[in-house]
Structures are given as structure tokens and as C-alpha cells.
């Protein structure tokens, strides 16, 4: 009599009762949710104790687009799969397109345009070779994205590209037109937050700037529009 029962207890979790009869799919926003059980690698009424929660969330986080991932088994039918995904916030021009990298520097695609994103061009380091799911080791993207951070709002919505020099030296390409000498990330959003009032006071004076120099202290240097390269 006891062994019968204890055969029955051992043998429970592998009966019918216990199999995977829904996956709840949370925080997928751009992935389908059918998508991302299939990257896990689950499947409704395989038995739900055979599900390794930990392999399947290791599965998740090989796509670079998911950063990160857990997987729960709830007795007796469900199984929640949750996700944070890894959204670009800049594409990097690359050899081949462009590499849309997330703030955390790890490449989430690779693309033959920005797809409206800042552009970041590296000029420390140019034709560089990257693939998704790659961290790019360069200090010119480092710096890059940290600007993107001090970006004042006013300027951000019109910001095309961002250009690397050694330094790091910082040059801001408005969708505009206008180019902005920005300098190193040190007092970055200070000097930019200048911008908007330089901008007023030329349009009062009629003059329509190209550039904008802001690498001397308190000083702005402004090259209006068709004259060369004359400050």
C-alpha cells in the first residue's frame, strides 16, 4: 500500500494534469508574443515539469534584441515568459549600413538605413565591421551616446547625426542644416542649452546661420550661411 501510493505521488506531476496548457507572454512591445515563445523554445502540452525555465530564458537572451528575460512555471497549466527588450537608440555607420546600437552599446540590427534614429559616425574609429548582438568597443561611441543623454529636448527632435572626433570632440548635424561645434562631453548640455538664444538673436538680425562654434568658453562663433569657411 506504500509503495502504491508513493508510485502514485512520483508519477502526479507527470500526468495529464500537469502540462502546459497557456504561455502568458509579458513586456513584448516590438517582438510578437508568438515569437518569443518560439525563441524560448516552448510549446503548449509538452508536460509542465519538464520545462527548464532557466534554458529557456537563456534562449531569450541570445537574441540581442531582448535584454532581459525570465522564465516561471506555475502549476498547473502556466507558464509566464517576461522580457525587457533592448530598444536602438542611435545607428552607427558601419561598413556595411547601419549598426542600430541600444544605450548599452550592444548592437540590436544591423540595417541599411538609420531608420530615423541619431546617426553616430566614429571618426576615432571609421569602416568598422560589427554584428547584432556585439558590444562596440570604441570610445567614440561611448561618447556618443553619453551626449545623446545630455541632448537638451529643444535640439534632440532635430539632431540627424553625431560626429566623433578624437578628443572625444563633438560635432552635432541638425536635420536643419545647421551644424554645431560642441566639444568634449564635459559642461556638454550647459553649452547647448546657449543654442536657442543664439538662434533668436540671429533670426532678430536677419542672419541664418551654418554653423555654430561652441568649444570657447562663453564665446559662440557663428559662420552664417553662404559664407565658406569664414568665421
Known amino acids: 500500500m506504500v509503495m502504491a501510493t ?6 502526479f506531476p507527470q500526468s495529464a494534469f500537469f502540462t502546459v496548457e497557456r504561455i502568458e507572454v509579458r513586456g513584448a512591445e516590438t517582438i510578437p508574443a508568438s515569437e518569443v515563445v518560439e525563441l524560448a523554445g516552448l510549446r503548449r502540452s509538452e508536460r509542465l515539469f519538464a520545462v527548464d525555465a532557466d534554458a529557456a530564458a537563456q534562449r ?38 547601419f549598426a542600430r546600437v541600444a544605450d548599452d552599446n550592444v548592437v ?43 541632448i537638451p529636448a529643444h535640439l534632440a527632435g532635430d539632431l540627424k547625426r553625431i560626429v566623433v572626433a578624437t578628443g572625444p ?22 553649452r547647448l542649452e546657449q543654442v536657442p538664444r543664439v538662434l533668436d538673436a540671429l533670426r532678430a538680425k536677419g542672419v541664418t546661420p551654418a554653423s555654430l562654434d561652441l568649444r570657447y568658453g562663453g564665446s559662440v562663433v557663428v559662420r552664417p550661411a553662404g559664407a565658406g569657411d569664414a568665421r
Do not use: K, Y
Request: charged residues 25%; hydrophobic residues 50%.
Open 60 to 97: 531569450l537572451l541570445a537574441d540581442p534584441r531582448i535584454r532581459e528575460a525570465a522564465v516561471l512555471v506555475r502549476p498547473p497549466r502556466i507558464v509566464f515568459v517576461m522580457i525587457t527588450e533592448r530598444r536602438p537608440v542611435a545607428a552607427l555607420v558601419v561598413v556595411d549600413g
Open 108 to 150: 540590436v540590427s544591423i540595417a541599411p538605413d538609420s531608420g530615423g534614429l541619431p546617426e553616430i559616425e566614429d571618426r576615432t574609429r571609421p569602416n568598422v565591421r560589427v554584428r547584432p548582438g556585439q558590444s562596440v568597443a570604441s570610445e567614440g561611441v561611448r561618447a556618443a551616446l553619453a551626449a545623446l543623454d545630455a
Open 169 to 190: 570632440d563633438l560635432t552635432l548635424a541638425a536635420r536643419s542644416g545647421l551644424e554645431i561645434r560642441a566639444g568634449g562631453l564635459s559642461g556638454l548640455s550647459e
Open 6 to 11: 508513493l508510485l502514485a505521488l512520483a508519477a
